[in-house]
């Protein structure tokens, strides 16, 4: 006994047990799902030179569908961050009749198929659908737009930010505010000094989980888009029309430049979500 | 700044935390609210605050309705038992806070809260441990920043909801000393809430002893725990030995010994417990005189610098006797032995008030 405990000690894992199995589990579990699949992507492209793999890369189709996606991508995740917030602030905060099946809502997008959401969000807000024929008039083109593409990805995102947001709130230390009240803080210092700063992590959490999610989207968005190349193609399309075309390493590269740059923003992401949360014990 | 609570009623649905609850509390002063939990002890303390609404009564403060003010207008600093920090701000910015809130016209300078906030902090010994976030402190030292954090906006009040409750034993002592210490240097009226009969006698000035919902006596320390108003005080305060038997024409029948029942709260015969603490009982071996009742030892058990006995006098009922060191060790009393106790200052309560 002691002697196990001194030498899990000298390796510097604590004495928790099952330390082997779970690690073991884990590395499996990531090499498999995401790791070996996600190589084959390097392998394949690799097959190509370097100026066909620039050439599949930067094309001026491609590049303009990169902006398409992680500018709709970044929009929609700040717009569910914001929507989200309030969704997830009235749901925990206030009582009021259909709170549960409002909360049962939220999590719709999660469930639907996305093509569902994609055609549905068409139909609505196509020129002749409920709300196209009311903002039409007004100039406001959602259907087949990059708007469309904002849209889409908003509806399948909010649920990240709401859910991420919400225990947070819940488990809320409501004597921080009251504390912050008696020091003669007004509701909205008491809001942007305390409350804000302490749900800043989760947020931040839903914020890129709906990045991710929307970055990733390809099914509910190819039926509102419109699919304009140059203007409202989303990379994911951009890699299926390659396929289509039995372009595979083509495919590939787009989709490794795709992942190395989400990849990136991602880690950005985490890094940031670290730094809010400096405070905490370690 | 003094407080005036009025007839205050407040209930939780069904629940009546305070029912038609008065006191007064005069400025400078430092007053326990002591009681059981649900005794609406913090009930009370949020009330005087602004946290808590009132539903019958009015609270003053300074004799002005300070039902006008919500609480950050109210002049109160609190303190409350889980320290509520700012987790994600820095010691520094935790005591800042009060200051740096306020309206731009009667904002100090940045220099002056910093130069503020360092006396504060240098009050509760931590200079050095400013940058520091609440998680990298110990509990004890949390509290010392709640309450620097409260005092920075110079509060007219200040109210503590069980502050040192949730601390260990030894730094609870130390701290609590402190704040006596603390509140005699700044003289702010203060009320604390505790549970702990021992912190309120050495802590504070005047004792309100509350239990469900109502005041059963206020008073000084020495009035409180000396001459409890009822049965309740008297079991609350203290450990307590009860006598059961009956008082006939001014003398106590208490387990085959008439003891003269001066002590009784009124003159009416009938039924009667008698409340005697636990180191107001002498024990002896030779039973001389009719005060002596006979007992038997079953247990003795050494409790730092105390020894607690556990006795069954001849009236079948229990006793707990705590002799001091030394009277014990004279005694060198034995488990099953039989004994003589008598009774000191023994209050007599005549059984209408059941506790």
Redesign the interface.
Known sequence: MARSLKKSHAAGWGNLPGFAPTMGYTLLCLLVVVLVPLSTLFFKAATLTLDEFVGAVAAPRVLASYRVTFGAALLAAVTNAFFGVIVAWTLVRYRFPGRRILDALVDLPFALPTAVAGITLAGIFASNGWLGKVLEPLGVKVAFTPVGIWLAMVFIGLPFVVRTVQPVLQEF?R??E?????????RW?ICT??VF??MFPAVLTGFTLAFARAVGEYGSIVFIAGNMPMVSEITPLLIITKLEQYDYAGATAVAVVMLLVSFMLLLVLNLLQKWSR????Q | MSIEIENVSKRFGAFAALEDVSLSVPSGELVALLGPSGSGKTTLLRIIAGLESVDEGKVLLNGEDASLHDPRHRKVGFVFQHYALFRHMTVFDNVAFGLSVKPKRTRPGKEVIRSKVFDLLKLIQMEHLWDRYPSQLSGGQRQRVALARALAVEPQVLLLDEPFGALDAKVRQELRRWLRQLHDEIHVTSVFVTHDQEEALEVADRIVVMNRGKVEQEGTPSEVYDHPANPFVFDFLGKVNLFHGRIDNGVAQLGGVRLPASGSSSGTDGSAVGYVRSHDIDISRHGSGSDAIAAQVRGVLRVGPLVRVDLLHAGGEQLEVDLSRDAADRLALQVGEQVFVRPRNVRFFVNDYQI
């Open positions: 230390d004597e921080a009251e504390a912050a009240a008696c020091l003669g803080g007004n210092q000094r305390v700063p302490l400096r405070y905490a014990e």
